[in-house]
């Protein structure tokens, strides 16, 4: 590896990032301090419902002199549609937002993130997607994350569904990364299994992802002099490589027992870590796959990515093995020599994966034979990610990696 010498250290981050337990106590009057008088407080009906803290937080925001105005309507995996719908819901309102507080997982961080495009703007979301020239700048916003996780707080894109179009769109731009991150790892205690397993597994496939990715000094930045993603480098391998580290060894106590604060902790900052990789360094195989297969099953995000996750190790064991070799380590692998040890990754990952009831391969995730032609070109078509491939030709390991990814195939099965 050489990715001291060779690659150039670029680190792109919201400008503060609090986490701690009880870090939301901070939120109202850090607010107050930045000059805020007005927020749009986005969020779901589960937490208006059943959530004390955002309670306590609307009265602290009103205690500190901020009108907060409350759009409950967050939905799972949002579309543009909803973003549409929201941002016509603020407009009858009445109201002038100067701040946008984001409450929830990885699907209203991106609500809100998009309303904070749309409501400047004035425009619907369809005309913003896929360019950063936007009418006016976002809203700033502060986003506080209670699943760990997906790390929208720290990345400077909102992802969204289109209806007609086969993978999910993205709103992208430097500009578009939360002022403020607030991660406090108690509010992902009421989360359940099944949300701890998807958003767990989706901090891990970051990590690995942008661990095994392009290096910042290969990265074609198409001339953009302020890319959101630009490759991996030192620092964000160092993030890369305590985020899978924390993932392996809390992921499934925090599966099995939620209220266990070590393990709900670990994986706040596993999903930190793997967020301060990803969102400067970028992802490639396993998220374009993934947007295909969620755009062909309406699986969630986290179920998608880690399906794929193993597949896209294995392709990589040419030319990323002793990274592989490390992640066997700390996934708990026996010593052996470097080429074993890398081929060991992908079989413990997927491990992991159905140890927290999750589909190992396509053909369990209910995906037929007929329709990986398809999920090949669609991975494909999300051309900001296949650029990043650090491996064979892009068309040739995609068609590869989905074709194992069916069949359930490893090269380290054998080598066991
Ligand atoms: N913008 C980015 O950089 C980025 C990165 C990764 C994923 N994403 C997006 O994030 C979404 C997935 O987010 P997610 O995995 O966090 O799940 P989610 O936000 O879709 O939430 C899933 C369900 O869990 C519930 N929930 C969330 N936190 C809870 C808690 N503490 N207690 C009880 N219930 C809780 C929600 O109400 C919802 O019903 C996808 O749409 C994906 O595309 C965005």
Redesign the pocket.
């Given at each position: 590896m050489t990715l001291i010498a060779d690659n150039p250290i670029t680190l792109c981050t919201p400008s503060r990032v609090l986490c701690a337990d009880g870090a939301r106590h901070r939120i109202a009057p850090l607010c107050k301090s930045l000059g805020w008088r007005q927020a749009l407080v986005v969020s779901?009906?589960?937490?208006t419902q059943?959530?004390p803290a955002l309670a306590e937080l609307l009265q602290t925001l009103e205690q500190q002199g901020i009108a907060a105005h409350v759009f409950d309507g967050?939905?799972?995996?949002?579309s543009t549609t909803l973003v549409d719908r929201a941002t016509a819901w603020v407009r009858e309102q009445g109201v002038a937002p100067d701040h946008v507080i984001a409450w929830?997982?990885?699907?209203?961080?991106?609500l809100a993130?998009a309303l904070c495009v749309t409501v400047s703007s004035g425009r619907p979301v369809a005309e913003l997607v896929g360019h950063a020239n936007w009418p006016a700048p976002p809203l700033p916003l502060v986003a506080v994350?209670?699943?760990a996780?997906?790390?929208?707080e720290?990345?400077?894109?909102?992802?969204?569904?289109q209806p007609g179009s086969a993978t999910?769109v993205?709103l992208m731009a430097n500009a578009l990364r939360p002022a403020v991150a607030v991660i406090d790892p108690e509010?992902?205690?009421?989360?359940?299994p099944?949300?701890t397993a998807?958003?767990g597994l989706?901090a891990l496939t970051?990590a690995i992802e942008s661990w095994l990715t392009l290096d910042a000094s290969a990265f074609d930045n198409a001339g953009d002099p302020d890319p959101g993603y630009s490759g991996r480098n030192e620092v964000t391998v160092m993030f890369a490589r305590e985020a899978t580290r924390l993932a392996f060894s809390h992921l499934a106590t925090a599966f099995d027992h939620p209220k266990d604060r070590t393990a709900r902790n670990a994986m706040a900052r596993a999903s930190l870590y793997a967020?301060m990789s990803y969102?400067t360094a970028g992802l490639n195989a396993v998220?374009g796959l993934a947007?295909a297969l969620?755009g062909l099953t309406h699986a969630?995000?986290?179920s998608t990515n880690a399906v794929m996750l193993p597949y896209v190790m294995d392709a990589l064991v040419e030319y990323r093995s002793d990274e592989l070799a490390d992640i066997a380590r700390l996934a708990g692998a026996p010593e052996a020599d470097v080429r074993t040890m890398a081929r060991q990754a992908p079989v413990l990952t997927r491990e992991l994966v159905r140890r927290l009831g999750l589909a190992g391969d396509l053909v369990t995730f209910g995906v037929t034979e007929d329709q990986l032609p398809g999920l090949i070109a669609d991975g494909l078509s999300v051309t900001r990610l296949a650029k990043a491939w650090p491996g064979d030709p892009a068309d040739e390991a995609y068609a590869r990696i989905v074709r194992n990814a069916f069949f359930g195939q490893l090269s380290g099965e054998t080598s066991r």
């Open positions: 779901d009906r589960w937490f059943n959530s967050g939905e799972p995996d949002p929830g997982g990885g699907s209203n961080i991106d993130k994350p209670t699943t996780g997906t790390g929208s720290i990345t400077p894109g909102a992802i969204l569904i999910k993205a509010l992902t205690w009421s989360c359940p099944r949300v998807d958003a989706d970051h967020a969102a998220h947007y969620a969630s995000h986290g």
